[in-house]
């Protein structure tokens, strides 16, 4: 069952595809046309020495801990994919550390990289995210949390997202993170398609 958003809702709350959230939501890799578009930006540009330097110490973790270290830090998007296929495969131990730190974390590069590994790991994390939201305390992970939800949630989280869309409107100058929250809404009522 999806969610129903009324007409009035939707031509209130349009989408901004220059947000960060619709642009992490075209990057997520969850369809295949934009699989190909990543691709296509990956290859469009030269491999660096940083980025087969960061490729290789990624191929190298182990802890929990080195996973969050590398978490946090600004790198190519083909290596934010490397990173996280290494993070689902020790799913187990680095679970807990991204649920503890996501509610306290400011780094939007470990908000950003815990999203994407909860949107694609193998734990539905909807009713943690759900149950813990309160205690996320920076607006950015808030934004990305609900995009999370609407990856992995259904209608059940329906009035979370709501709320949270009225409450981060603003919350930031000039970040528009209702966004998060918005999408999450269109994704739920199973309107993907308007996404694009």
């Not at 999370?148 to 259904?154: E, M, N, P, Q, V």
Request: negative net charge; contains cysteine; glycine residues 4%.
């Amino acid at each position: 069952m999806s969610l129903k958003l009324p007409e009035k809702y939707l031509k209130e709350n349009l989408v901004d595809q220059y947000s960060a959230a619709y642009i992490f939501y075209m990057f997520s890799g969850k369809d295949e046309d934009l699989v190909s578009l990543t691709e296509l930006g990956q290859s469009a540009r030269d491999e660096t020495d940083e980025d087969r330097e960061t490729r290789a110490a990624i191929e190298q973790l182990e802890t929990p801990n080195d996973f969050f270290r590398w978490m946090r830090k600004q790198m190519s998007q083909a290596n934010k994919e490397l990173l996280n296929t290494r993070l689902l495969e020790h799913e187990d131990e680095v679970m807990p550390m991204v649920k503890k730190r996501i509610l306290t974390n400011r780094i939007d590069h470990f908000i950003e990289n815990a999203t994407r590994f909860l949107i694609s790991c193998d734990e539905d994390p909807s009713a943690w995210l759900a149950e813990n939201f309160g205690q996320i305390q920076d607006p950015y992970a808030k934004s990305m949390m609900c995009l999370a939800l609407g990856f992995r949630g259904d209608e059940t989280c329906g009035p979370l997202l709501l709320d949270q869309a009225e409450r981060l409107k603003g919350a930031v100058a000039n970040e528009k993170l209702e966004q998060g929250p918005i999408i999450a809404l269109y994704m739920l009522a199973g309107m993907d398609e308007n996404l694009k």
